[in-house]
């Protein structure tokens, strides 16, 4: 079995998932308000509990893992309001992912979220880049990106099919040696 991930942010928390986050995990890829920035379409119940069961799963299954999807947690609480993403990919790289609840937007979550990942990720996990893809109308996630240290590399064409469409991706990278706690 894989260990329990729990990192401690300055105001959130990322933790595994849960099963029991699949009422939490709907009211974010349920909401089109959120799901428009991401690379998939808005999930019903069935599908926000495959998202969570996915995860798990392969949590389970690839050893070493390849992919750290987990909760981001309200503290006081402990309730999913969001979720982060490191999928490994090529030599020493990750690919970071994050999505915030609409009611929780604008109160510095998906900033401190990124930001104890890609601690994590050169940290723990000895990573040399990390890269992200964000949409290009996406402004509020690229500021984050931009905050953290991250440069714009260029822009990904067609790279995403949502919402019916074909959308682009502005791709964003971050090396180890520029980290510095952003």
């Known amino acids: 079995m894989s260990e329990n991930i729990r990192l401690q942010g300055e105001a959130i928390a990322i933790r595994e998932f849960s099963l029991d986050d699949t009422d ?9 308000r959120v799901t428009r920035w ?5 999930r019903d119940r069935e599908g926000a509990r495959a998202m969570l069961e996915g995860a798990l799963s392969r949590r389970q299954a690839v050893q070493p893992r390849n992919e750290y999807y987990l909760a981001v947690a309200a503290p006081a ?3 999913m309001i969001g979720f982060c ?16 609840a609409a009611s929780e937007w604008g109160k510095g979550y998906a900033t401190d979220a990124a930001r104890t990942m890609i601690r994590f990720s050169f940290g723990e996990l000895g990573l040399h880049r990390i890269s992200a893809a964000i949409g290009p109308e996406n402004q509020a996630s690229i500021r984050v990106a931009e905050k953290l240290g991250f ?11 949502t919402n019916g469409q074909w959308r682009d991706s502005v791709l964003y990278s971050l090396l180890e040696q520029e980290w510095t706690e952003g």
């Open 85 to 100: 993403r490191i999928g490994l990919s090529g030599v020493r790289a990750g690919k970071l992912g994050y999505a915030i």
């Open 151 to 161: 440069t714009r590399e260029g822009v990904l064409r067609d790279h995403v099919f």
């Open 24 to 32: 939490d995990a709907l009211k974010i890829v349920g909401d089109d």
């Open 77 to 79: 609480s402990d309730h």
């Open 38 to 42: 991401l690379s998939y379409d808005s």
